[in-house]
């Protein structure tokens, strides 16, 4: 019933920017991590940024590789999380998945390890040439 549909991917050139959009269906964002992970080929899935909505205001996270470059944000009147990517590298070429935990977060490391209990979006390619 819990359906992430994501748009936004495509292709730039290193420099670019590209913004990610994840609208969440049924489902509440409430005491919930969303973000994104992102895997290249013959590459683990790493997570990249997630933010947090315990506490009544999101927290955000970043792995240290996009730090700087890319922003998690959300909408929560229409369920949605965005990931804005500017400063884009070669090395940011991937498939970039929208993930949301299903009952409960406590933090960054929680949303990084227990993936077995996360919603997943379709995945969508992000493709940064030089």
């Known amino acids: 019933q819990v359906q992430l549909v994501e748009s936004g991917g495509g292709s730039v050139q290193a420099g670019g920017s590209l913004r990610l959009s994840c609208a969440a269906s049924?489902?509440?964002?409430?005491?919930?991590?969303m973000g994104w992970f992102r895997q290249a080929p013959g590459k683990e899935r790493e997570g990249v940024a997630a933010?947090?909505?315990?506490?009544?205001?999101?927290?955000?996270y970043y792995a240290d590789s996009v730090k700087g470059r890319f922003t998690v944000s959300q909408d929560n009147a229409k369920n949605t999380v965005y990931l804005q990517m500017t400063s884009l590298k070669p090395e940011d070429t991937a498939m970039y998945y929208c993930?949301?935990?299903?009952?409960?977060?406590?933090?960054?490391?929680?949303?990084?390890?227990?993936?077995?209990?996360?919603?997943w979006g379709q995945g969508t390619q992000v493709t940064v040439s030089s």
């Open positions: 933010i947090y909505n315990g506490g009544g205001s999101g927290t955000t």
């Open positions: 993930a949301a935990s299903k009952s409960g977060c406590s933090g960054w490391y929680y949303f990084l390890v227990a993936r077995a209990r996360h919603y």
């Open positions: 049924g489902y509440t964002s409430s005491s919930n991590c």
